[in-house]
């Protein structure tokens, strides 16, 4: 493709590793792109994730180049820009309290029918995101080999997402990372987001390059490939900095 406008990421497993803060040469990397074109962040994550693992690493990053970033978390059910002082909403599209709340009743009813609710967790399994109910079968804090060897091939998400979306029907359930079931209102995946941040940037899809380490048919950064918008795979923080060395010396 020509010089893409935007650069887009994934967070987890792309940017950082999975609840981590990104690496200094990510930031290095993160900081000099913003010099030259915008940067956008989606990620089923929550803003405290966002500000934490990627906002507060870019250090004495000027006003106007933080103005070139843009946050979407919850995979873009909320969409933050930076005014000059703070990142500060542009919309929010939060679940009702009765949403929520039969989301939640039935991640952990259908959890515990199958045998995937832990007894002994690392931290909270059920979060109330404001826009995304989501399960973490293992806790929030919860280490990256634990995490990785809880579901390699995927089975018992797919099984608890399906008993899940059998119950909720007005609402989108979908497998997120890799012990995570989310749940957002129908409808919204990455390629809403996406569609989202086209909208509201003017900046078509296909001047937007996006790195995930989802992309395959089923995978959850799969949506943003499918609507056209040109990516690249990679596999792990490492390989997107690598792939990123490329990019900026194109730029």
């Given at each position: 493709m020509t010089?893409?406008v935007l650069?887009?990421?994934?967070?987890?497993?792309t940017l950082a590793?999975?609840?981590?803060?990104?690496?200094?040469?990510?930031a290095?990397?993160?900081?000099?792109?913003?010099?030259?074109?915008?940067v956008?962040?989606i990620?089923?994550?929550n803003?405290?994730?966002?500000?934490?693992?990627v906002?507060a690493r870019l250090?004495?990053?000027a006003?106007?180049?933080l103005?070139r970033?843009h946050l979407?978390?919850?995979?873009?059910?909320?969409?933050?820009?930076h005014?000059?002082?703070d990142?500060v909403?542009?919309y929010a599209h939060d679940?009702?309290?009765?949403?929520?709340?039969a989301?939640?009743i039935a991640?952990?009813?259908?959890?515990?029918?199958?045998?995937?609710?832990?007894?002994d967790?690392w931290g909270?399994?059920?979060?109330?995101r404001?826009?995304?109910?989501t399960?973490s079968a293992?806790g929030q804090?919860?280490p990256r080999?634990a995490?990785?060897d809880?579901?390699p091939?995927?089975a018992k998400r797919?099984?608890?997402r399906?008993?899940?979306a059998?119950?909720?029907?007005g609402l989108e359930?979908?497998s997120?990372?890799s012990?995570?079931?989310?749940?957002t209102?129908?409808?919204i995946?990455?390629a809403?987001?996406?569609t989202?941040?086209a909208a509201?940037?003017?900046?078509p899809?296909t001047?937007?390059l996006?790195?995930g380490?989802?992309?395959?048919?089923?995978?959850?950064?799969?949506p943003?490939?499918?609507i056209?918008?040109?990516?690249v795979?990679?596999?792990?923080?490492?390989?997107?900095?690598?792939?990123?060395?490329e990019?900026?010396?194109?730029l």
């Amino acid at each position: 493709m020509t010089t893409p406008v935007l650069v887009a990421f994934d967070l987890d497993d792309t940017l950082a590793p999975s609840k981590g803060v990104i690496d200094p040469r990510i930031a290095e990397q993160l900081r000099a792109l913003l010099r030259t074109v915008d940067v956008a962040i989606i990620s089923g994550g929550n803003e405290a994730q966002f500000r934490s693992q990627v906002v507060a690493r870019l250090g004495d990053a000027a006003p106007a180049a933080l103005a070139r970033l843009h946050l979407l978390p919850t995979c873009g059910t909320r969409y933050l820009r930076h005014d000059g002082a703070d990142f500060v909403p542009v919309y929010a599209h939060d679940l009702s309290d009765e949403e929520k709340q039969a989301a939640l009743i039935a991640l952990r009813e259908e959890a515990e029918r199958l045998g995937l609710w832990e007894a002994d967790p690392w931290g909270e399994i059920l979060e109330d995101r404001g826009s995304q109910i989501t399960f973490s079968a293992l806790g929030q804090r919860a280490p990256r080999e634990a995490k990785h060897d809880w579901d390699p091939t995927g089975a018992k998400r797919a099984a608890l997402r399906d008993a899940v979306a059998a119950r909720l029907p007005g609402l989108e359930v979908r497998s997120g990372g890799s012990t995570s079931i989310d749940i957002t209102r129908a409808g919204i995946d990455k390629a809403f987001g996406m569609t989202q941040l086209a909208a509201h940037t003017g900046i078509p899809l296909t001047d937007m390059l996006f790195y995930g380490d989802r992309l395959d048919e089923g995978g959850n950064d799969y949506p943003v490939l499918a609507i056209g918008v040109p990516s690249v795979a990679v596999d792990g923080w490492e390989d997107t900095a690598d792939k990123l060395d490329e990019l900026l010396r194109s730029l």
